[in-house]
């Protein structure tokens, strides 16, 4: 243990638990101890605080009780002679840094100053919903500010790629890059491996957001790279997160540091990288981090330290950037990222696909605008489809791309032309059943090529190339190679060849789309006739166990998910491709119930995929032994007792709802893997299913529901409407425009004559 470490470590936690007492009392004097404090959108209060001490913050007054902890933590600074420097005492310095740290950043949401303001600053994605006036000053969406901590919302949408490994981890980096090169270098490096990026800190005033903002790379949620702040003290956001990862997923409560510790050190495959100077703050944050089990790793010559016992690997690793080798900038960059997964064994998978511009998950939200574009497929002005057959292993050549027409360098800049893709999937493994699985890919195959936006599926299929990609040679045969990779990446065990072919000579786009939307409409068919009792197995998902070591999905064809990734279909192309992974047939045996959806296979699956811990599980009810949940579900569905009836709350509202909760708070009841007659996190698509709740009176039960689900789901409510014989069905439920209290939830029911007031009594 480097006693240089600890006593800059030391010294700066020092420092900041005295800054963070001095900025409190003058919040305190000026604001008074009842003043609400709180981070946006969360049921976790100041996360790390309510993870490490159990202390449930919501007031300033409540703020002086933690940070006494924290200075309780600090030894005194080193003594330059006689004293042998102890790994406890930077490790306890570190806390009580993170601790300081939160207590800041809640002060400074009290004042306004956080999220960081930084004009003309505009977060990547769809943040207006997930970020609502973060700022408090009327406006949703960013609109200049940096991100700040990370809501809830975000945690749990991340949860499904945390569990199933395709975000294999997360890095903090903290200070400023080398250069900007160096800077764009070593995101994309992350990115291209779906690593989870958070931004903050500066050297100098200078941050590596600013050089990121500098050359126009996109940040947000959307694109895995969140920037929290310009200064050390908001890396605190990156342990927050950390800690409810544990709390979310692992289901952990406030107070068990030991265990949430251990979490984060076994589960959460996070690092630290400091570029450039590391002063004491940015110290004594590093031994914050070390707490977690996350290595941090330098590019500047510091001490190293070693394992210890904590971990089997190193805590500080120096990795000075002019002794990195390489050509230039660029090789260091990639260097630099190889030792930090190297250190912290993060477990990347990346397909190897033969496009000239970058590749990876973290590609799949950017963005790009009509004024960027090459060409555009579909949309307004042309028509693009895209259809996935299966066919005999000798008709097809594994590999062969083949274009029919011309391709886009006639097209005009930002013009746009027919397409047509046709990939045709031979394979011993592969079923009719798993074209649809198979075609829903493409949409995040084609997106995870930087520079390109798919949106849509079948005939409406929507696609731009920017100019940028096109420049280094993105063409038509690139969307051929990329589906051709990944087809075989993702799905080898039932794929043994692919061929793609795009069609761009508009008569033969013409006939494609013909045979695509007959296909079409024949799957349309077979999923209307697959209902849950023309099958005589329903599939388990246990993907979420890794988090929520209790919860088992059952998934029926008119059940699916409760995250909405995983339906019947999917399970079922999920064992195939896998016989033992997480997704296994439950043999239905003899029915029980099957208006309440009790069978023996069920039932048996249920006792022992819970372990024990559920006894018995109602496919359709609400109130009887309803399905548990870990915490990715898209809605959350609860029984309001006064108006005879439920309300289902969308993931992307954060407004209050008439139970007087958010989202956020009700997805730490609905969570967990435990059963709560009442309560139930469901898929978005299970509302629109025959058999949702259908054991509790179904769909007419709904007397509220977010606006948002009511505009995304329009289509299938209108079906809806129809198969329960009132047209106006969807009217008669109120939503957060028009209702935030019980009491106007009742006088509009009754308004509206509402079904739920003469049904009978739900409970
Ligand atoms: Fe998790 Fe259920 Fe989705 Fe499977 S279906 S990934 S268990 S939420
Ligand atoms: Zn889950």
């Excluded at 003043?35 to 605080?49: D, E, G, K, R």
């Excluded at 080398?178 to 100098?204: C, D, H, P, Y």
């Excluded at 006064?642 to 407004?655: A, L, P, Y």
Aim: proline share 5%; charged share 20%.
């Amino acid at each position: 243990m480097s006693r240089y470490i600890a006593t800059r470590a030391i010294r700066g936690a020092n420092a900041l638990v005295t800054e963070a007492e001095t900025m409190l009392s003058q919040a305190l004097a000026e604001k008074g101890p009842d003043l609400p404090v709180s981070f946006p959108n969360t049921a976790y209060y100041l996360p790390v605080i309510f993870g490490m001490t159990g202390r449930e913050i919501e007031t300033l007054g409540q703020l002086p009780d933690a940070l006494a902890h924290a200075r309780e933590l600090l030894h005194p600074v080193p003594a330059d002679q006689h004293w042998t420097p102890y790994l406890g005492e930077t490790l306890d310095g570190g806390m009580a840094t993170l601790i300081a740290a939160e207590v800041i950043e809640a002060v400074r949401y009290v004042y306004g100053l956080q999220p960081e303001l930084m004009p003309g600053f505009e977060l990547a994605g769809g943040t207006s919903f997930t970020s609502p006036d973060m700022n408090g000053d009327g406006e949703a969406g960013s609109n200049g500010h940096l991100n700040g901590a990370i809501d809830d919302i975000q945690l749990r949408s991340w949860g499904i790629q945390l569990v199933d490994g395709r975000m294999p981890g997360f890095a903090a980096i903290v200070g400023c890059a080398k250069s900007n090169e160096a800077a764009v270098q070593i995101v994309r490096e992350l990115q291209r491996r779906n690593i989870l990026t958070f931004l903050s800190g500066n050297v100098n005033g200078r941050s590596i957001i600013d050089q990121l903002v500098e050359e126009g790379v996109e940040l947000g949620y959307d694109t895995y790279t969140v920037p929290f702040g310009t200064d050390t003290i908001s890396a605190i956001y990156a342990l927050g997160f950390a800690t409810r990862s544990a709390l979310t997923f692992g289901g952990m409560k406030g107070g068990q540091a030991k265990e949430i510790l251990h979490y984060n050190k076994d589960r959460v495959f996070a690092f630290v990288l400091a570029l450039g100077e590391v002063d004491d703050l940015k110290y004594a944050a590093a031994a914050g981090a070390i707490n977690f089990g996350f290595p941090v790793i330098a590019d500047t010559v510091i001490p190293q330290i070693l394992p210890t016992g904590i971990t089997t690997y190193e805590h500080v690793v120096s990795m000075p950037w002019n002794e990195i080798e390489g050509a230039d900038d660029l090789e260091r960059s990639e260097r630099l990222v190889q030792k930090c997964i190297e250190v912290r064994g993060v477990k990347v998978q990346v397909a190897d696909v033969p496009v000239p511009v970058p590749y990876g998950s973290a590609f799949e939200g950017e963005v790009v605008r009509k004024a960027d574009m090459r060409i555009e497929m579909g949309g307004k002005g042309s028509r693009c489809f895209e259809y996935l057959r299966m066919a005999k292993l000798e008709d097809v050549t594994d590999g062969q791309i083949e274009i029919v027409g011309p391709d886009f360098s006639e097209v005009p800049e930002q013009g746009s032309m027919d397409m047509g893709i046709v990939v045709e999937v031979a394979g011993r493994q592969m079923e009719a059943d798993f074209e649809p699985v198979l075609e829903r890919q493409i949409h995040y195959f084609v997106n995870g090529a930087s520079g390109i936006q798919h949106i849509g599926q079948r005939d409406i299929t929507w696609i731009r190339v920017s100019q940028k990609a096109s420049d280094v040679g993105f063409d038509l045969e690139s969307f051929g190679k990329i589906l051709h990779a990944r087809l075989h990446s993702d799905f080898g065990a039932i794929v043994d060849k692919v061929a793609v072919t795009i069609y761009t000579d508009p008569e033969q786009v013409d006939q494609r789309l013909d045979e695509a939307r007959a296909a079409y409409d024949f799957r349309n068919k077979r999923l209307e006739d697959l209902t849950d009792t023309a099958v005589d197995e329903f599939y388990s998902c246990t993907l979420c166990q890794s988090f929520a070591p209790n919860h088992v999905c059952i998934v029926s064809p008119e059940r699916l998910g409760l995250c909405g990734a995983y339906n019947w279909l999917d399970c079922k192309a999920s064992f195939n491709i896998n016989p033992t992974g997480p997704n296994q047939p439950i043999k239905l045996g003899r029915v029980s119930d099957v208006d309440t959806g009790y069978w023996e296979g069920t039932n048996d699956y249920a006792k022992v995929g819970s372990h024990g811990v559920v006894e018995e599980v109602a496919m359709y009810s609400i109130m009887e032994n309803p399905m548990t949940a870990c915490g990715c579900f898209e809605c959350i569905v609860m029984l309001i007792p006064e108006s005879n009836g439920v309300m289902v709350v969308s993931r992307e509202d954060t407004s209050m709802t008439p139970a007087g909760m958010t989202f956020s708070t009700l997805a730490g009841i609905a969570g967990g893997g435990i059963q709560t007659p009442g309560v139930m996190g469901v898929g978005k698509y299970y509302l629109a299913s025959p058999k949702f709740i259908s054991a509790d009176g179904g769909f007419k039960r709904i007397v509220w529901m977010s606006s948002v689900l009511k505009d995304t789901m329009a289509e299938e409510f209108k079906v809806v409407a129809e198969r329960e014989g009132d047209l106006e069905l969807i009217d008669r439920i109120a939503d957060e425009r028009s209702v935030g209290s019980v009491e106007e939830l009742v006088a509009w029911l009754e308004e509206h004559e509402h079904p739920a007031l003469t049904m009978d009594p739900i409970f």
